[in-house]
Nanobody
């Protein structure tokens, strides 16, 4: 599975962005898709994840109530809707895949089978 994230940009605090994660080479239907964000000088943070069927989602405490995640398997795409953005949301956002179910725990990125090229999100104050 090869993943590519799209949709990043520069936005003011309080604004919104929608990121897309598109798969190629294989269907995403049997995979959970997670979003990890990497900010300079910080450890990667698992922001959100959606399981293979779309009926279970997971969010980091820092984004709960502001971010939503969804998937369209017909388009082989997962979406991360980010609302009420804050400067601390500034990071490069990557999407990754793992079999069926999401993961929440230590060494988040190691629990996924692969990560795609990210997209930069910058939130100005």
């Amino acid at each position: 599975v090869q993943l590519q994230a799209f949709g990043g940009g520069l936005v003011q605090a309080g604004g919104s962005l929608r990121l897309s994660c598109t798969g190629s080479g294989s269907t995403l239907e049997n995979h959970a898709i997670g979003w990890s964000r990497r900010a300079p000088g910080k450890e990667p943070e698992g922001a959100s994840c959606i399981n293979y069927s779309g009926d279970s989602t997971d969010f980091a405490d820092s984004v709960k109530g502001r971010f939503t995640i969804s998937r369209d398997n017909a388009k082989n795409t997962v979406y991360l809707q980010m609302n009420s953005l804050k400067p601390e949301d500034t990071a490069i956002y990557h999407c990754g895949y793992r079999k069926m179910h999401c993961y929440r725990g230590a060494y988040y990125e190691n629990a996924f089978n692969g990560w795609g090229q990210g997209t930069q999100v910058t939130v100005s104050s």
